[in-house]
C-alpha cells in the first residue's frame, strides 16, 4: 500500500516556519491550508463512517479522541499500518513525540515504502532534536521514491536551522521541481535567497510565489521591506 499524505507544514511545530527565518502571520494560513488535505488522503479508502469520525476530530483537533479511535482499530487489526500511522499522529499531535516515533516505526515495518509514516516518523525525531536521526530517515523516504516533494521541504528545513544555507537551497529547489505548486516551496526559497543576498534568484522566487498566493507574496515585501 503506497500512498501519500502531504504533510502540513506546522503538523510538529517544523522550526523556520515556511523557512522564513521571521515567521508572519501569510505563512501560517498558508501552513493551515494542508490540514485537512492529509487526513482526506489517510480517510479517502476507508469506511464511510470512520472516515467521517476521523475527519470531524481533525476539525475539532480531539487528538485524544482520535488516538481512542485508533487504538479502538489496532485492537481488532494490530497488522494494519494504517492504525499504527493514526496512532502516531495522535500522539504527535498531542505533543508525545517518542511515542509517536514507536507507532509510526512499527507502521513502517509493516509496510516499509510508506511515506506518509516515514515524513510523520522524521517530524516526531525533529521535534525531539534527534536532527541526524530525522536527516536518514527523510534520505530513505527518497531513496525510495526520489520525487518526493514533502522529503525535500523537511530536508531544507533542517539544513537551514544547521545553518547549511546552500544545501537548504538546494533542496527548496528540489521540492518546487517536483511540486511547482507549493506555495510553502516558493516562500522558503524565496527567504533563503534574500538572506544569502540573491536578489535576482529571490525575485523569481517570489513571482511564482505570486502566482500561487498573493498575500502570501505581499507578505513577504512588507516582512522584507521589498517596497
Not at 135 to 146: E, F, G, K, S, V
Not at 166 to 187: C, F, K, M, T
Amino acid at each position: 500500500m503506497k500512498r501519500v499524505r502531504q504533510q502540513p507544514t506546522n503538523y510538529f511545530k517544523r522550526a523556520g516556519g515556511i523557512a522564513c527565518l521571521v515567521f508572519c502571520a501569510a505563512c501560517a494560513q498558508v501552513a493551515m491550508e494542508a490540514v485537512t488535505p492529509i487526513l482526506a488522503a489517510f480517510t479517502s479508502h476507508l469506511d464511510d463512517r470512520t472516515a467521517r469520525a476521523i475527519t470531524e476530530m481533525e476539525k475539532k483537533q480531539d487528538w485524544a479522541g482520535m488516538l481512542k479511535l485508533a487504538q479502538a482499530q489496532l485492537e481488532r487489526e494490530p497488522t494494519r499500518m494504517d492504525w499504527w500511522f493514526l496512532q502516531g499522529y495522535a500522539l504527535a499531535r498531542l505533543g508525545q513525540h517518542a511515542a509517536a516515533i514507536e507507532s509510526f516505526q512499527k507502521a513502517i515495518s509493516i509496510t516499509p515504502e510508506d511515506e506518509s509514516s516515514r515524513l510523520a516518523l522524521g517530524r516526531s525525531q525533529s521535534a525531539l532534536g534527534q536532527t541526524e536521526g530525522a536527516i536518514q530517515t527523510y534520505r530513505q523516504t527518497l531513496r525510495n521514491r526520489p520525487e518526493s516533494a514533502p522529503a525535500y521541504l523537511a530536508l531544507a528545513d533542517i539544513y537551514l536551522q544547521k545553518g547549511q544555507v546552500e544545501l537548504a537551497i538546494s533542496n527548496y529547489r528540489e521540492n518546487v521541481r517536483y511540486d511547482p505548486d507549493s506555495a510553502q516551496g516558493w516562500y522558503s526559497l524565496a527567504a533563503a535567497y534574500q538572506n544569502t543576498g540573491q536578489r535576482e534568484r529571490r525575485d523569481e522566487a517570489l513571482d511564482s510565489l505570486r502566482k500561487l498566493d498573493r498575500a502570501a507574496a505581499d507578505q513577504f515585501e512588507k516582512q522584507y521591506r521589498l517596497k
